[in-house]
């Protein structure tokens, strides 16, 4: 039943993932500017991934060619695959913390100093931001329930290709 849905309504499925991570962003900027909670570069990197995914999922929604729409589910899992990545670099971090933590630049500061080549390594290093949980809901730090989201958009889109490649191949014999 579920998997037909994701045959007929391909386009209702990339714009509920465009609305839930719109929904995810404003949930952390609430975080942000509500709670007070300072995002760490690796934070900031999610976000920009979380923003690509809506934006390539809300526009993939509004066309009706399939394969256009396979494309579109494509690159939004390719997205959700490296938000997902960045996620679980910084569970890592957190579940292990590297044993020099210090306190690093803001990802603007890093970005305004250093050329480009030095900012990404900069980034996936972590610094001493990037291993601290400042909030937790059912055990889980925010990378963590990112990871998951990440996970499970990468996950959606994949069961939407594949319905979709089959419903084409079915069609074509």
């Known amino acids: 039943m579920l998997l037909t849905y994701f045959e007929a309504a391909p386009r209702r499925v990339l714009a509920l993932v465009s609305v839930a991570c719109v929904a995810m962003l404003a949930f952390g900027l609430y ?42 589910a494509a690159k939004t899992m390719l997205f959700a695959g490296f938000g997902a990545f960045v996620a679980a670099r910084q569970s890592w971090l957190q579940w292990y913390p590297p044993e020099e933590a210090s306190c690093g630049r803001d990802f603007y500061g890093m970005i305004e100093t250093f050329p480009l080549q030095r900012v990404i390594p900069m ?51």
């Open 31 to 72: 975080l942000q500017h509500v709670v007070g909670l300072e995002p760490c570069p690796m934070c900031i990197v999610q976000r920009y991934a979380l923003a690509v995914v809506a934006i390539v999922a809300g526009v993939t929604a509004f066309f009706s060619t399939k394969w256009l729409v396979m494309a579109g």
């Open 123 to 173: 980034i996936f290093k972590g610094s001493g931001d990037c291993t601290k949980i400042d909030w937790a809901f059912l055990g889980l730090s925010i990378a963590n329930w990112s990871f998951l989201c990440f996970s499970g958009i990468a996950l959606l889109m994949l069961v939407l290709l594949v319905v979709q490649a089959r419903g084409a191949g079915r069609s074509k014999a």
